[in-house]
């Protein structure tokens, strides 16, 4: 079985493209520059196509990192620490990374926890006081919770 030719785009063709795939959801400029190389452009086209589209706010990082804390904490009520993480994996800025943990509300963000804790705790099979505390301390601080966080959560547990 043969491998397919990647087909090659003019300069123009793939700002077309990578508008769309940019207005389809939020893109970071390493996604886009990834997309635009695959699409056989040199680095000096590729580049010069980023800054375009950044221009056009096609691409803002700062809104990007608002939407993924928004997502990642709302929706998957992961805690800062592996929302932050999972920004720089990205290779989004301290600035817009400071930008979008803003969007974090700390008193649904405490709910999230207590949510998450009493959820685990209800499933728990294990009956050991101090392994059990432990399991649960785990689970939480594997979601990206603080661990002073998670220790309060847990006192308040046992309260």
């Known amino acids: 079985m043969e491998k397919k030719k990647q087909k090659t785009y003019t300069p123009k063709e793939a700002l077309i493209k990578a508008a769309a795939y940019c207005a389809y959801q939020d893109r970071t400029q390493q996604e886009v520059r990834t997309k635009l ?5 040199e680095p000096d086209d590729v ?10 706010k096609l691409i803002d990082e700062e809104r990007y990192a608002q939407s993924y804390v928004r997502g990642k904490y709302g929706l998957k009520r992961w ?3 592996k929302i932050m993480q999972g920004l720089k994996a990205k290779g989004i ?6 930008q979008g943990m803003k969007e974090i509300d700390p008193e649904l963000y405490e709910q999230n926890l207590l949510h998450l804790l009493e959820k685990k ?3 728990e099979k294990e009956k050991n006081p101090f ?4 399991k649960l301390s785990y689970y939480l601080l594997s979601k990206g919770y ?3 966080l998670v220790q309060d959560a847990l006192k308040g547990l046992e309260a």
Do not use: V
């Open 47 to 56: 580049e010069e196509l980023i800054l375009r589209l950044s221009q056009e």
């Open 121 to 123: 705790n209800a499933t």
């Open 93 to 98: 800025s301290d600035y817009c990374i400071k």
């Open 37 to 41: 190389y695959s699409y056989g452009l």
């Open 79 to 81: 805690g800062r620490r």
């Open 146 to 148: 603080e661990s002073d």
């Open 131 to 134: 392994t059990r505390r432990q």
